[in-house]
């Protein structure tokens, strides 16, 4: 059992920036994915951005060269850097450690982060 804990959201202005981290309780090292799920009020969840152990990234097209994923497995965290954020971007942001590139229910998720962006 991992728990997944989600920080560093808020409200922010278009055109700033945010971290979120994701610390987890245990090893993140077995999990082959890491990755960031978003959930704007009224719309589906999507896929933000992937990790794999290896390192390899992937990224939504509407946040390809302003975000940045990447994992730390000694620290046992997941950090998404959010440039140039828009008000699109305002979400409910979410950790998951998954078992395999696609979700599963061995997956694990954490409660979720509230990213606001607005003037």
């Known amino acids: 059992q991992v728990q997944l804990v989600e920080s560093g959201g808020g409200l922010v202005q278009p055109g700033g920036s945010l971290r979120l981290s994701c610390a987890a309780s245990?090893?993140?090292?077995?999990?082959?994915?890491m990755a960031w799920y978003r959930q704007a009020p009224g719309k589906q969840r999507e896929l933000v951005s992937q990790?794999?152990?290896?390192?390899?990234?992937n990224y939504a097209d509407s946040v390809k060269g302003r975000f940045t994923i990447s994992r730390d497995n000694a620290k046992n965290t997941l950090y998404l850097q959010m440039n140039s954020l828009k008000p699109d971007d305002t979400a409910v942001y979410y950790c998951?450690?998954?078992?395999?590139?696609?979700?599963?229910?061995?997956?694990?998720w954490g409660q979720g982060t509230q990213v606001t962006v607005s003037p």
């Open positions: 998951v450690a998954q078992r395999m590139v696609v979700l599963s229910p061995l997956d694990y």
């Open positions: 245990g090893s993140i090292s077995s999990f082959y994915v």
């Open positions: 990790i794999t152990n290896g390192g390899s990234t």
